[in-house]
């Protein structure tokens, strides 16, 4: 009832030569358009006018601050990011593809995205699900046929009907052990989909056609669901499975390593290989530092490691222990300290802006 009174209101100033502008939301800082949420404490992100859509490279804040009162920014609210041509009969909004939107940075504050918040952003290529979002609502990202991946994070149960479909480009989905329920065509028309990696240890309930359209797609999951994938409405419409056993990973003393798309840095977790198929772990080194050492179930394995890259087979249940180490003043890897060291030195100090 709200919107209706102020589209009529908006309309009425107009017929009678009023140069006023319709605004959406409670309140406008920085460039965006909030609504106070019923909690009276936090703001849904939404759309700000007609024919203005947000642009270029997005950073979302965590609260905002108006008339000398803090909120805190929770939610991707109705529509955000997409770009609201007009209304019909004064609720019904006209959708058009928004290229303006080029990236976004979501705060760790947002604990929903949803309906259509960045439906048809047809120029977003890659965006970070923050680990606090709990649900991704109907349509949110549905036509964003730039995005190339995605990764959904713990904190997600639900994802709704229609969230990814027509992102045509997308070619990896990754789930990680959290999620419960996938809507109906969530992942509708996704032709290009490669890979869906879930890493769940209990049952997703996927609705039908949740897939349909992904004919190229694999489905990796753990050993002990592939069975139920393969019987269930919506999982079964992925024809190719590939079954993934977990590894635990310990990386220490700098540098990151990278298993199946997910990076390790200082840290003890779980890591997940094909089952029966050589796996490629590669190794990315800070700036005078070196692989140190490589343990595959106590097992060094260091000068199997090629470019800094490693193919190797991995039983189940298996430990990989990784540390790396500073390389003292050979600076330019050579094998030698000589004057060289300096001049790489010096460069790589003035390179730093």
């Known amino acids: 009832m709200e919107r209706n009174l102020r589209l009529f209101l908006a309309t009425f100033l107009m017929l009678f030569g009023v140069n006023t502008m319709f605004a959406n939301g409670d309140f406008t800082v920085d460039g965006f358009a909030y609504i106070i949420n019923e909690d009276g404490i936090s703001v849904s992100l939404t759309w700000k006018d007609y024919d203005q859509p947000y642009t270029g490279d997005i950073v979302v804040p965590a609260e905002v601050t108006h008339d000398g009162k803090t909120y805190t920014v929770n939610n991707i609210g109705y529509l955000a990011f997409s770009y609201v041509t007009r ?95 996938i809507g109906s065509m969530a992942f509708n028309g996704c032709k290009n989909l490669e890979s869906v990696y879930c890493y769940s240890t209990k049952e997703i309930k996927a609705y039908k056609d949740v897939f349909d359209g992904c004919v190229n797609a694999t489905l990796y999951g753990l050993d002990d669901w592939m069975a139920l994938y393969s019987e269930t409405n919506g999982w079964n419409q992925i024809a190719s499975k590939v079954s993934l056993m977990p590894i635990t990973i310990a990386c220490g003393n700098g540098g990151s390593m990278q298993v199946n798309g997910m990076s390790f840095r200082e840290t003890i977790g779980k890591a997940y290989v094909s089952k029966d198929v050589d796996t490629t772990i590669s190794f990315t080194l800070s700036k005078g530092q070196q692989l140190s050492m490589v343990k595959l179930n106590g097992e060094d394995i260091t000068n199997e490691v090629v470019d800094n890259v490693l193919t190797t087979s991995i039983p189940a249940d298996a430990t990989l222990l990784v540390t790396f180490k500073n390389q003292g003043y050979d600076i330019n890897q050579d094998g030698e300290v000589t004057v060289a060291d300096v001049v790489s030195l010096v460069n790589y100090i003035l390179s730093i802006e």
């Open 87 to 181: 209304t019909v009969n004064g609720s019904w909004p006209v959708i058009t593809n928004n290229p303006e939107v080029t990236s976004v940075t979501l705060p760790n504050s947002i604990t929903s995205i949803d309906t259509g918040g960045f439906l048809k952003c047809n120029k977003l290529k890659n965006i970070t699900i923050p680990e606090t979002v709990l649900v991704i609502e109907q349509s949110a990202f549905a036509g964003c046929s730039s995005l190339e991946e995605i990764t959904i994070p713990e904190s997600v149960y639900i994802i709704e009907s229609h969230a990814f479909s027509g992102c045509t480009k997308l070619k990896t989905v990754r789930i990680s052990d959290g999620l419960g329920y």
